[in-house]
């Protein structure tokens, strides 16, 4: 792929993949800016090339994701997966116009996926890719995040109407 | 597919939410500058050296003076040669043109 296709491509997909960033840096709209010129410099230095055109979107969250990891890591604020909590009691009060809050109340991987299939339209196949896990544990982790990301919108929505 | 049409419907609104955020604007390669400043120094230290060590082919030294020998007679009716020195030539008769006339 040339420079010139490979500047068109990523330019299509700026958007989401800044707010992909953003989404993996746990909304950290800096640390995400940082993230994705990270990511565009790996990608026209050559340290990361897409093989496949047609799985660039998969491609680019993939580097995405794994620049956010190091840089979290660096900034301290990397929660490992052994660290990041099955959430078991939901929280006293949900603000059900916090979107970013109520995904954050979700553990890292669920929110992932959960992320890549409803609001960047992939199929859980390819947030698995992006993941670099098994089909089989992304389908577990996307279940259980519809399930708990369920009743927290429901417990929001209770609250809003209690609250009217 | 309830469960799928209320988060479909959450993240619905997050992306309109989402809408107002600002987006970094896309880095655009510059394109490469010539600095001419460089060129033009250069191109103008190469014109100062050559000007200070160019040096001048040197000219043929123009002889300070004609030395003119001419054999004359004396008046004990002897030859001698009278040497002179000038710095030009007035006439100019050639060593064997009394043998046109004479002989």
């Known amino acids: 792929m040339n420079q010139k296709t490979l500047d068109l491509l990523l330019k299509s997909h700026h958007r989401e993949a800044y707010l992909w960033a953003r989404q993996c840096c746990g909304f950290d709209s800096e640390l995400a800016k940082d993230v994705l010129q990270l990511t565009y410099l790996k990608i026209l230095e050559g340290k990361a090339k897409l093989n496949d055109p047609a799985k660039a979107k998969t491609w680019l969250f993939s580097i995405i994701r794994y620049t956010a990891v190091d840089e979290l890591r660096k900034v301290g604020k990397l929660v490992s997966l052994d660290e990041s909590p099955e959430l078991v009691d939901l929280p006293d009060t949900v603000d059900y116009t916090d979107y970013e809050g109520i995904i954050k109340l979700l553990p890292t991987m669920q929110q992932q996926v959960i992320l890549m299939v409803f609001y960047h339209q992939l199929t859980i196949e390819q947030s698995a890719e992006v993941l670099q896990i098994q089909l089989g544990t992304a389908r577990t982790h996307y279940a259980r995040g519809k399930k708990k990301l369920k009743e927290l919108i429901l417990k929001s929505q209770t609250e809003a109407n209690h609250g009217k | ?103």
């Open chain 2, 1 to 103: 597919m309830e469960n799928d049409e209320l988060i479909e419907s959450f993240f619905e609104e997050m992306k309109a939410n989402d809408q107002n955020l600002e987006i970094p604007p896309f880095p655009e390669k510059q394109p490469k500058k010539i600095n001419w400043i460089i060129p033009i120094g250069i191109a103008a230290s190469l014109l100062l050296a050559g000007f200070l060590f160019y040096e001048k082919a040197p000219e043929p030294e123009v002889p300070a003076e004609v030395i003119i020998i001419t054999l004359e007679e004396g008046p004990n009716q002897e030859q001698q040669f009278k040497i002179t020195e000038s710095t030009y030539l007035d006439t100019w008769e050639s060593s064997t043109s009394s043998l046109l006339t004479e002989f």
